[in-house]
C-alpha cells in the first residue's frame, strides 16, 4: 500500500496543481466582477453567466457562429477525410508519399496555414478571384464580406485538419482483418455493401476518436479566425473563444470572461457525452 500511494503521490500532486487549482479559481472568477487593473473583486454570484445570455448579443452572436462553424467543418472534415484514406487504403505504391502530402499542413501551425490562405483570398491580388475570372465568373471579397468570411476561414480549417483525420482513419482500416472482407465477397457482397456492412461498422471507434476530436477542436475555433478575419466583418465570424479573448484581455473583464469559458466547457461536455453515448460499441475484433 505504501509503494502505491508512493508512486500515486506525485502524480495526484501534478493533477492538483495544474488541474484542480485553475478549475478551483476559474470558478472563483466566474462569480466574481475581476477586473486585472481593478483593486477590488465584488461578488456576483451566477449574474456573470445569466448576463452572457441576457444582456451580451456579441456572445449569443458568436454562440451561433461556432455552432454553424462545427456544424458544417466537422461533416465535411470527416466525409473528405474518410474518403480520402479509403482511396490511400486501396493503393501500394507511392502510399507513403500520398499520406506524407495530405499530413504536411496538420503539421504546420494554425497561424502559418491562416497567413498562406489570406493572400489566396485577396480580391485584388488572390488567386482564387484570378481562378474564377478565367472561367468567367467574378469573385468577391471572401474575408471582407459578412456573407463569406466564416466560410472562408472554415475552408482553411478542413485543408489544414484534413491529413490528421485521414492518418488516423488509413491505420483503422488497416487494422480490419482482411478476413472480413473475404467473407463478405464469398456471400456476394459488392464494394458498396462491403462498405457499409464490413468497413463502417469495424471504423465505429475510429470514427468515434475522430468525431470527438474534431468536434472539440472547432468549438475552440481562435487562431484562425483570429488571424484571418479579427471575428469581422460585423462579427460575421467571431467564434465563441475569439469573444471570450476579446472580453477578457481587450476589455479586462477576466471574470465574465471566465464565466463565459465554463460555459462553453459545459456544451462541449454535454455534446462529447452525447457523441460517446450515441457511437458507443460493445463489442471487440
Known amino acids: 500500500m505504501?509503494?502505491?500511494f508512493g508512486w500515486l503521490t506525485p502524480i495526484l500532486a501534478l493533477f492538483t496543481v495544474f488541474s484542480l487549482i485553475p478549475i478551483g479559481i476559474a470558478i472563483w472568477l466566474s462569480l466574481h466582477r475581476y477586473n486585472q487593473l481593478a483593486p477590488v473583486s465584488p461578488f456576483l454570484g451566477l449574474r456573470n453567466f445569466t448576463y452572457a445570455f441576457t444582456d451580451d448579443p456579441a456572445f449569443l452572436k458568436s454562440l451561433g457562429n461556432t455552432g454553424k462553424y462545427a456544424l458544417v467543418a466537422v461533416p465535411l472534415n470527416i466525409v473528405l477525410s474518410l474518403a480520402v484514406a479509403l482511396a490511400l487504403n486501396q493503393i501500394t505504391r507511392l502510399r507513403a508519399l500520398?499520406?506524407?502530402?495530405?499530413?504536411?499542413?496538420?503539421?504546420?501551425?494554425?497561424?502559418?496555414?491562416?497567413?498562406?490562405?489570406?493572400?489566396?483570398?485577396?480580391?485584388?491580388?488572390?488567386?482564387?478571384?484570378?481562378?474564377?475570372?478565367?472561367?468567367?465568373?467574378?469573385?468577391?471579397?471572401?474575408l471582407g464580406d459578412p456573407s463569406t468570411a466564416l466560410w472562408a476561414v472554415m475552408v482553411t480549417a478542413v485543408w489544414q485538419d484534413l491529413g490528421f483525420n485521414v492518418i488516423v482513419f488509413l491505420a483503422g482500416l488497416q487494422a480490419i482483418p482482411l478476413e472480413f472482407y473475404d467473407a463478405a465477397k464469398v456471400d456476394g457482397a459488392?464494394?458498396?455493401?462491403?462498405?457499409?456492412?464490413?468497413?463502417?461498422?469495424?471504423?465505429?471507434r475510429t470514427f468515434l476518436f475522430v468525431f470527438c476530436l474534431t468536434t472539440i477542436g472547432y468549438l475552440?475555433?481562435?487562431?484562425?479566425?483570429?488571424?484571418?478575419?479579427?471575428?469581422?466583418p460585423l462579427r460575421s465570424s467571431e467564434t465563441v473563444v475569439l469573444h471570450i479573448y476579446q472580453r477578457a484581455f481587450g476589455d479586462f473583464q477576466l471574470g465574465y470572461a471566465t464565466a463565459m469559458?465554463?460555459?462553453?466547457?459545459?456544451?462541449?461536455?454535454?455534446?462529447?457525452?452525447?457523441?460517446?453515448?450515441a457511437l458507443r460499441t460493445r463489442w471487440e475484433y
Open 2 to 4: 505504501l509503494f502505491v
Open 98 to 142: 500520398f499520406r506524407t502530402v495530405f499530413f504536411l499542413p496538420a503539421i504546420a501551425s494554425a497561424v502559418a496555414a491562416s497567413l498562406v490562405w489570406v493572400p489566396i483570398y485577396d480580391p485584388q491580388a488572390g488567386w482564387l478571384n484570378s481562378a474564377l475570372n478565367l472561367v468567367g465568373l467574378s469573385g468577391g471579397s471572401w
Open 190 to 204: 459488392g464494394a458498396v455493401a462491403r462498405f457499409w456492412n464490413v468497413t463502417l461498422p469495424l471504423l465505429q
Open 220 to 232: 475552440q475555433e481562435f487562431t484562425r479566425v483570429q488571424v484571418m478575419t479579427q471575428g469581422g
Open 261 to 277: 469559458s465554463i460555459i462553453l466547457m459545459l456544451i462541449i461536455l454535454v455534446i462529447s457525452l452525447i457523441q460517446l453515448r
